[in-house]
Structure formats: structure tokens, C-alpha cells
């Protein structure tokens, strides 16, 4: 046996570096979270306190560098597709400091602010491979160097659970187990980039529950003891390891029924003090760790951990939902549903059969590893789908289920085995288990590096999701943009502006961009044509969220789109008249517009119905109010009206034109919406806008 377990443990081994490799090589494929600008830029702070006792960045190198007696802001370009640090000879730069580490929000800043949030720990140690990889040694460039991060602690569960399941049911079952968690789409995608928060706390919930079992089980004390330093981690990272003990305690209480220690308890403890001890320090060490990891809460800790379950209260809890996900007792079927959708039916087939083994060997299973493992995979799912609860974005938020899930798999790979022909069909079906992955791993080729936007067959892939609206199809939390960036890189012309169609300038890291592309949001310029290229990322519901989305999607065509499955998830558009759809050039002037100021503001009656593109007019400059608030909406019948996205006074829909309405000015541009009606719901009543005059209706010709 002995011998057994020291091979297994080689080919652990094994598994682990070959997902950290394959890991490595990937990660410059991936863009970053949305997230990580608030993490990584708090994880620095922190991490730099602990380390030096220093608040703020004073003694550290500036983000400036000398070119003679001048300083010069510091804009180096970082190769998008380049894991390695590369900077041309003449190129100098901070190669000290992180783009992270930012002056304006230091040790005070976080100290007062950063109650509403998930706690640091796993911030602060992506941070540190950071200050290792990029600060220190140079080695893996700044973006990139934080994410190592996550892709190690994958790449540890990943071979932990092949020794795991090798261990107990054979090195075929930890092989599928192994590979089912490698492969599993949501998880090798999000290993790379999403470091911050789900993936470490998916890792940290395996590693403790692996310890934890050890321990318990082979009375282990160093084991015992490294899963409390391990639940302060998870704790640390997200308050979902509070959870645990609902996963671990009904297993623990089996094991000590199972193994009758009820029966002499006196003489049990006696004998297994420090056995005893260990178990009851695991809560105590988790805390330690969980606060040594917070600063924040160093200085007032009872009243700032109400913060903190507040901010998981008002996330975690919600009395609205998609009616469509409400089941029976109100319980809330949208995550079952997700996961049936996006996990590969092979594996969920191969996991019934894992079940169905654990339930047929559960009389004679004296470790219970079977209701763990099952209470493990009941446990995060059941937390979001009880009434009440919420969850949003798929089921990133609770990751914890896949490994389960992994084991069950292999699991129901050992049954199938032993309910063959061995002599006969063994390998042949080994073999045959194997292969039915290829079909797995061939789509995450294709799709690469968009495979937390996969959903399985049984649905259409994501083609079917978006067409039966399942909410959040499409959505890569960021982690498409990379490749758009680089296709900006290599095709857009020199000095070319960019933009995003929606989005905050800090989800996509500055570094990643051309030196001589001028990103901003200001220049966005809708029907102006003024040729900025614009990004973003595309999935359910961003089509419909502005004017500038709307006008990208229905009247430019892209010059660069990621797809899954003909779906695009990132997308670039030129903004000029050469990617304008031909049906979309040719506008005219309304002829006979009617302007009515009704109690909720102006309607505007064109006539006829026509294909709106925009509005004009003037309005006084005194002797009324500044606009406070307003929307615009159309309408065929002036009965029903359909609202449109965009909040008045705004700058937000056309930025190069400048916030709307102002100095005597009113724009308002649309998207070819076909109506008769134009409604402009105004407040208050006495604002200018109520005064519009010499108003212009311009439509498109060619759209009937």
C-alpha cells in the first residue's frame, strides 16, 4: 500500500505541474477581472504594511523616471501577448512599483473605507507574488505576476484531488476526477483571472475539507492544524468558508457514530488529548489567520465585522427574482439550472453514477467519504437556491461545487469499472471514459479563451442560451478583453483613439494598449462618425443598455469579434462612414414635426412612422430651470411607449458632443427606432426643455 500511495503521490505530482505549465502558458490569453483594480490596488496597500509598516508608497521607486534633468510619467507598453517581462533598450520604467500601487488610495483610505467589501486575504497574497515575480526579480510582467497566483492554487486542488480519489478508488477514477476539474469550462477559465475571490476560495474549500478528513480520520495533527491556517485563508477570502462547518459537522458526527467513539468516551479522550486539542485549536487558528489578513479590523473589530455582514446580507439575500426560476416553496432554480446548462453532460452522467455508488456503499463506508463529498456538493448550492437567497452572474459565486462534482465523476468512473467483464472490457470502457472527453477538450480549443461563456448541447450551446435568454449568458467578467486588445494592437493605426462602448476605463490594465492609442471614454461620438475604434465585451442585455451600444450593434459593423458557438462575446467597431451598414447612410429631415408640451413634458408627432436617428433644437437660455431629470421614449400609438436607456441631462450617450441638453443646444440621438410619436419626459416642469423650438427630426431613408 505503502508503495501504492508514493506512486500515486508522483503522479500527483505530475497532474499538478502539467496544469500549472499548461496554466502559464495560457495566462497571457486572459484579461483581467473587473474586479481587480479594487482588490489588487487594496491588496498592495496592505501587504506593503505588513511587510514594512509603511501607510502610503514614500521611499518607494516613483512612477516616474529620468530623461536627463527631466521626469517624465512613467507608459510602458506590456506585450498583451507576452507572459514574460519585455521592454524595448531605450525604454525605461518603474520597475519597482505596480500599476496597482497607487498614491491615491494608501493604508488611511482602506482603514475608513473598506467595510463594504470581501476581506483582503487573497489580495493581498496574489499582491505578493506580484512584489516576487515582477518588483523583485523581474521576471513576469505586472499584470500577469498577480495571477500566477491563482493559477498555482488550481493547479494544488487539481492534484490534491487526483491523490485524493487515486487513494481510495483507484488511479482511473482520480485520472477523470483530476480531469474533470481541469476541463470543467468555469473553472480552467476563471483559474486565470478571477484570483482574487472565487478561485482561491474554491481552492482553500478543497484543501481544508482534504486536510480536515486527514486529520480526522488518520488522526493526523499536522493536518488538523494546517486546515485551520487553511479555513483563515478561506474565511479570508470570502465569507462563503462559513459555510463549511454545515459541510464537515454532519460528516464528523457520522464518523464518530460510524466508529463508536460515543462508547467510551472517557478512555477515548485519555488517549487522544493532543488529538482532541488540535481539533478544538482548527476555529481558533482560522481566526487568527482570517484577522491577520484584515488590517481594517485590527482597530475596531466588533464594529466593523457588522459592516462586513451587512455588505453579505445585502448581496446574499433578496425578495425579487426572475419569475421564471421561482420553484416549488419559492425556492430559486436559477443556479440548478445554470450548472445542468454548463457543465458537460458526460460528466453529469458519470457523477449520477458516483451518487448512486456512495448511496450503495454508504453502510459499509466507515470514513463516510461519500456523505462528505455529497454534502460538500449539497452545501454552496443549496445555500442560493433556498427562498430568499440570490446569486447573479451564473454560479461563479459558488465554485465550491465543482470539485465535488470532479469526485463524483471519477467516483461513477470506479462503478462502471467494476460492473464490467474485467477480464474483457476493462480497458476497452477505461479507454472508452477517456475518449468521451475529447469532445470536451476539442470545444474549449475552439473557444479558447472564452470558455466561462460555454454552455453544453443540451441547450444549444451558448447560441440556444442567448436565444431562450437564460440571464448572463455571454458574460466573461472581463476576461475577453484581452483579445481584442490585442487585435487593437496589430490593426489599428497609429495614434487611433479607442473607447468602450459602456464600460470604466480601469477594466482593461492601461499597459495593455499600444503607446500611441489614446484610450477615453470622451471620445465617444455616436453618429458624429469621428473614427474611434470601440470595445466591449458583449452578452445578455448589453445590446440594449445605452445609445452608444445600441447605435454600435445595429448601424457599425465590427472589424473584430470573439465568438462562442456564433455569439460574439468581445467585439470592435470603427466608428466611421466606411463601417457604416449600407442601410443606415442615408438620412433625411422630417418634413411636418408637431411639438406638444403635455403634463410629463413634449411629444413630438412626426407624422407618420419613421426610423428615428436623431433629434434637434433649441431651447431659451433664461427665464426657465436647468433640466434635473428626463428620459426619452417612442411610441406608434401614443398608447404604449418603449422607454430608452439613456438618463437626462447626460454626457454619457455622446461624449464628444458634450452633456445634453446646454447653452441654448439639444441633441438627442436614437438608433432607427420605427415610431410615429417621440416622448420626452422631463422634471421639473418649468425647465427649458419644456421650451424647445426650431425642432429637427432627422430618420433613416432605407429602413421602413
Known amino acids: 500500500m505503502e508503495k501504492y500511495l508514493s506512486k500515486i503521490k508522483k503522479e500527483s505530482k505530475l497532474i499538478f505541474f502539467a496544469f500549472f505549465i499548461l496554466g502559464l502558458l495560457t495566462l497571457p490569453h486572459y484579461g483581467t477581472n473587473w474586479d481587480a483594480i479594487n482588490h489588487l490596488t487594496r491588496g498592495q496597500v496592505y501587504l506593503r504594511y505588513i511587510l514594512t509598516g509603511n501607510k502610503d508608497y514614500s521611499g518607494l521607486q516613483e512612477t516616474l523616471y529620468a530623461t536627463g534633468n527631466q521626469y517624465i510619467h ?11 517581462l519585455k521592454v524595448t533598450p531605450n525604454e525605461s520604467y518603474a520597475k519597482s512599483r505596480s500599476i496597482y500601487q497607487n498614491v491615491n488610495y494608501d493604508y488611511n483610505y482602506f482603514l475608513e473605507k473598506d467595510g463594504y467589501g470581501h476581506p483582503p486575504a487573497s489580495d ?42 487515486s487513494s481510495k478508488y483507484g488511479k482511473l477514477a482520480g485520472f477523470v476526477s483530476s480531469l474533470t476539474l481541469s476541463t470543467y469550462p468555469l473553472f480552467w477559465a476563471e483559474s486565470h ?35 485551520g491556517i487553511i479555513l483563515g485563508l478561506a474565511i479570508g477570502t470570502k465569507f462563503n468558508a462559513l459555510f463549511l462547518p454545515v459541510v464537515v459537522g454532519p460528516w464528523f458526527l457520522y464518523f464518530i457514530v460510524k466508529n463508536k467513539w460515543y462508547k467510551k468516551p472517557i478512555e477515548f479522550v485519555k488517549n487522544n488529548k493532543l488529538y482532541l486539542l488540535s481539533l478544538l485549536t482548527i476555529p481558533f487558528l482560522g481566526f487568527i489567520v482570517f484577522v491577520f489578513f484584515w488590517p481594517y479590523l485590527w482597530s475596531d473589530f466588533f464594529n466593523k465585522i457588522t459592516e462586513v455582514v451587512k455588505f453579505y446580507m445585502e448581496i446574499g439575500i433578496t425578495t425579487t427574482f426572475n419569475p421564471r426560476y421561482l420553484g416549488p416553496f419559492n425556492i430559486n432554480t436559477y443556479p ?48 442560493v437556491t433556498m427562498p430568499g437567497a440570490n446569486t ?15 469526485i463524483l465523476a471519477g467516483v461513477g468512473t470506479k462503478m462502471i469499472i467494476d460492473n464490467v467483464n474485467k477480464d474483457k472490457y476493462e480497458k476497452l470502457i477505461s479507454v472508452l471514459i477517456i475518449i468521451l472527453f475529447l469532445p470536451l ?12 461563456a460555454y454552455f453544453n448541447s443540451w441547450i444549444g450551446g451558448l447560441k440556444g442560451a442567448k436565444e431562450k435568454n437564460i440571464p448572463y449568458w455571454g458574460n466573461t467578467f472581463g476576461g475577453a478583453y484581452r483579445s481584442a486588445v490585442v487585435w487593437l494592437n496589430e490593426n489599428a493605426e497609429k495614434n487611433a483613439r479607442v473607447s468602450y462602448a459602456f464600460e470604466l476605463m480601469s477594466n482593461v490594465p492601461t499597459l495593455f494598449f499600444r503607446k ?32 452608444y451600444d445600441t447605435y454600435l450593434e445595429k448601424i457599425i459593423k465590427p472589424v473584430f469579434v470573439g465568438e462562442v458557438d456564433g455569439v460574439a462575446v468581445v467585439q470592435v467597431w470603427k466608428n466611421d462612414i466606411e463601417h457604416t451598414r449600407d442601410q443606415y447612410l442615408e438620412e433625411k429631415e422630417a418634413n ?84 410615429r410619436y417621440i416622448g420626452f419626459n422631463l422634471a421639473p416642469k418649468t425647465s427649458c426643455l419644456h421650451k424647445m423650438y426650431n425642432v429637427k427630426v432627422f430618420y433613416f431613408e432605407n429602413i421602413k
Open 74 to 84: 512613467q507608459k510602458y507598453w506590456q506585450d498583451p501577448k507576452s507572459l514574460f
Open 124 to 165: 493581498i497574497l496574489s499582491s505578493f507574488f506580484n512584489l516576487v515575480l515582477y518588483q523583485k526579480f523581474h521576471i513576469i510582467n505586472d499584470i500577469d505576476s498577480y495571477r500566477v497566483y491563482g493559477v498555482l492554487l488550481s493547479a494544488i486542488l487539481v492534484g490534491i484531488i487526483y491523490y485524493w480519489v
Open 193 to 227: 483571472f478571477n484570483t482574487e475571490k472565487d478561485i482561491p476560495e474554491t481552492v482553500f474549500w478543497g484543501i481544508f475539507i482534504y486536510l480536515f478528513y486527514k486529520g480526522v480520520v488518520n488522526k493526523n495533527i499536522k493536518s488538523l492544524l494546517c486546515s
Open 336 to 383: 440548478i439550472t445554470w450548472i445542468i446548462y454548463t457543465t458537460y453532460p458526460f460528466i453529469l452522467l458519470l457523477s449520477f453514477f458516483g451518487v448512486f455508488k456512495f448511496i450503495k456503499e454508504f453502510k459499509d463506508d466507515k470514513t463516510g467519504f461519500g456523505l462528505l463529498v455529497i454534502m460538500w456538493l449539497f452545501v454552496p448550492i443549496a445555500r
Open 392 to 406: 447573479y452572474g451564473g454560479v461563479r459565486q459558488i465554485m465550491e461545487f465543482i470539485p465535488p462534482l470532479a
Open 441 to 452: 477538450i476539442i470545444k474549449l480549443v475552439k473557444i479558447h479563451p472564452y470558455e466561462n
Open 516 to 547: 500611441d492609442l489614446d484610450v477615453s471614454n470622451t471620445y465617444r461620438s455616436g453618429f458624429l462618425k469621428l473614427g474611434e475604434y470601440a470595445i466591449t465585451v458583449s452578452f445578455d442585455g448589453t445590446k440594449e443598455r445605452s445609445y
Open 592 to 675: 411636418l414635426v408637431k411639438v406638444k408640451v403635455v403634463e410629463s413634458g413634449v411629444i413630438l408627432d412626426l407624422g407618420k412612422s419613421l426610423s428615428i436617428s436623431r433629434v434637434e433644437a433649441q431651447i431659451p437660455k433664461h427665464e426657465c430651470d436647468p433640466l434635473s431629470y428626463g428620459w426619452a421614449q417612442v411610441s406608434d400609438d401614443k398608447a404604449s411607449w418603449i422607454k430608452l436607456p439613456n438618463i437626462l441631462p447626460t454626457d454619457w450617450m455622446i461624449s464628444a458632443l458634450g452633456e445634453q441638453p446646454v447653452n441654448g443646444r439639444f441633441i438627442h440621438p436614437f438608433t432607427g427606432e420605427i415610431a
